[in-house]
């Protein structure tokens, strides 16, 4: 009867109920607190493989330490004297040097086989000097080459030892050469004087390879 009256409109349509959802709530295990939190591990990178360190040095390098040798100590008093009697240097691209260079050559052999210490220190000093101000024209390669031959032909100065070691004047004569290759390599007698072979060759390339990066 109430739906036959609520459909002629007599009385009020019934009010529908609001569903209430039902909320679930998870439980949460006590015993997940005590676990200990994993950190993850940062991925390993590959290690760099460490330098080398046998490293060549640089021509740069090897020319310092030439400019730097000193062949006579401070201390001594005849050091303070000869300080005003310095070598001259070249001018002029007709000036030829090869009697000078092998005038310090020859006095140095002197002075080494008659064991004179501070000649001997003396006259590498005055070479040292005199190559460190000469002006490389490519005319003057040659009075290079000529003290080069010089060095590596005299019969009184020591082959290379067991260990590598070479005379003082030989030390010099190929570390100015290595020093000026660009310079003194575009030229064809020294193109002729490698093909020579003999120590001299050996010496060269021992020391190109380690100061030439």
């Known amino acids: 009867m ?6 002629m409109g007599l009385l009020p349509p ?3 109920k609001d569903k209430k959802k039902k909320v679930k709530t998870a439980r949460v295990n006590p015993d997940i607190w005590d676990e200990p939190v994993q950190k993850a591990e940062p991925s390993a990178e ?5 330098e080398d360190e046998n490293r060549h040095t640089s021509r740069a390098q090897l020319r310092s330490q030439f400019n730097d040798r000193d062949y006579l100590s401070k201390e001594n008093p005849k050091t303070l ?6 070598p001259k240097s070249n001018n002029d691209v007709d000036q030829n040097f090869t009697p000078v260079f092998l005038a310090h050559a020859r006095l140095y052999c002197f002075a080494r086989l008659r064991l004179i ?5 003396l006259t590498l000093d005055k ?3 005199t190559l460190m101000d000469f002006k490389l024209y490519t005319k003057r390669i040659g009075d290079i080459i000529k003290l080069a031959r010089y060095a590596y032909s005299n019969p009184d100065l020591p082959e290379r030892a067991e260990d590598g ?4 004047l030989k030390t010099l004569v190929v570390e100015y050469i290595v020093c000026e290759i660009d310079t003194v390599g575009k030229c064809d007698e020294f193109v002729k004087y490698m093909e020579e072979g003999g120590e001299f060759v050996g010496d060269f390339w021992r020391m190109t390879r380690d100061y030439i990066a």
């Open 46 to 50: 590959p290690a760099h493989p460490p």
């Open 165 to 168: 070691t070479i005379d003082d």
């Open 127 to 129: 070479l040292h000097k």
């Open 81 to 86: 004297i000869l300080q005003y009697f310095q």
């Open 2 to 7: 109430d739906s036959v009256l609520s459909g």
């Open 117 to 121: 210490a501070p000649l001997k220190a």
């Open 14 to 16: 019934p009010s529908k």
